[in-house]
């Protein structure tokens, strides 16, 4: 059994709209999530000892997610991860989006899906989230209809994506949640071990776009098909932490894509998705200077993202996936997060 609540969370500024916040709930797992950047903002899970702790970081109050922070829980869009340059071409015609990102466009520009009202819709195990991003929004061509789903199945949070477009328009979409499987709040994420069920991943340039290459895992840093703990594989390969897309089989079903396991806690997360990739961020750039929930601060490498997605850039890498959503054509992507523990 799953149940579903809602409640007010607190209001926009200039009086822009009322935010609320859905509890989902089984047995195993709560789940908080605001129609605000449909963002995760709270994620109970239970330890080997039965003792549940929120796993995700963010904010208690509605103000903490105005602030600049890095999409804690949110949905990106419409196009998740970097757009070199922030420019493409569609149909001869070349779009120019927002810079936000050094000299790139990252997810969605200055005011993505992470930072608009969405329209909930309570279903019997969980909400259904829907908006209108109108043609020409953050310099994107067309409108798009979309939907963002979560429901709750015991162990599982799913999280279903469906768009529809006006005309032909890239779309990735995704969820930046930050986790921590000790706990949110807990240092940091060394002593998770991760696992990626990935062959290749893809090098990037200075700017962290994708150089085009499609480059072998094996003999990497990159190559996580055999659990590591996270610190220790840092420390081996003298990486500053990782932050670039992993390719998954290219399978439009539903496929096994990442597990990271807590021993302290022995909480496990699997993630499988549709998706052909998976961006694996270690929270490289969190600096400890953001005050999140329960007074905990968010410093260096204290949380993980396993976003998953389409490749970066695909908009302007022809080998890439194809990326463009086209008019009578459906978007329609689930992931699956399943937690237990060992």
Same mark, same amino acid.
């Given at each position: ?7 007010? #969370? ?25 129609? $605000? ?15 549940? *702790?929120?796993?995700?970081?963010? #904010? ?27 420019? @493409? ?89 930050? #986790? ?20 290749? @991943? ?24 055999? *659990? ?13 932490? #990782?932050?670039?897309? @992993? ?17 302290? *806690? ?27 929930? *329960?007074? &905990? ?13 389409? $490749?970066?850039? &695909? ?20 992931? $699956? ?6």
């Amino acid at each position: 059994m799953v149940s579903v609540t809602r409640a007010v #969370f607190g209001e926009l500024p200039l009086g822009a709209g009322t935010v609320e916040k859905f509890q989902l709930q089984s047995d195993q797992l709560r789940v908080d999530i605001m129609s $605000w950047g449909c963002t995760i903002t709270a994620l109970e899970v239970k330890d080997r000892q039965g003792r549940a *702790s929120d796993v995700v970081l963010g #904010f208690a109050e509605l103000e903490g997610y105005f602030q600049k922070q890095p999409y804690f829980g949110a949905v990106v869009g419409r196009v998740a991860n970097r757009i070199a340059k922030g420019t @493409f071409t569609v149909d001869g015609k070349e779009y120019k989006l927002a810079i936000n990102n050094g000299p790139n466009s990252l997810h969605g520009g200055v005011r993505g899906f992470d930072k608009v009202l969405w329209t909930p819709r309570v279903l019997s195990n969980g909400v259904e989230f829907s908006r209108v991003s109108p043609d020409g929004e953050e310099g994107y061509p067309g409108e798009l209809k979309v939907w963002v789903t979560y429901t709750l199945d015991g162990r599982e949070l799913v999280v279903n994506y469906r768009a529809q477009a006006s005309q032909a328009t890239p779309v990735n979409l995704t969820n930046h949640s930050y #986790f921590n499987l000790a706990g949110q709040g807990s240092p940091n994420i060394y002593d998770h071990e991760v696992t990626i069920e990935a062959d290749a @991943f893809l090098p990037v340039d200075e700017t962290l776009i994708p150089t085009g290459e499609v480059a072998p895992v094996q003999g990497t840093a990159f190559d996580l098909r055999k *659990s590591v703990e996270l610190g220790k594989h840092l420390q081996e390969f003298h990486i500053n932490g #990782f932050d670039h897309n @992993f390719c998954l089989k290219g399978s439009k079903e539903k496929h096994f894509c990442a597990r990271v396991h807590h021993a302290g *806690s022995g909480r496990v997360l699997e993630v499988y998705t549709t998706q052909p990739g998976v961006q694996f961020y270690t929270g490289n750039f969190l600096d400890g200077t953001l005050k999140g929930k *329960s007074g &905990a601060v968010y410093p260096k490498h204290s949380g993980f993202c396993l976003e998953t997605q389409n $490749w970066p850039d &695909a908009v302007n890498q022809p080998h890439f996936p194809p990326v463009l959503l086209k008019p009578g054509e459906d978007y329609d992507h689930t992931t $699956w997060f399943k937690f237990s523990v060992a």
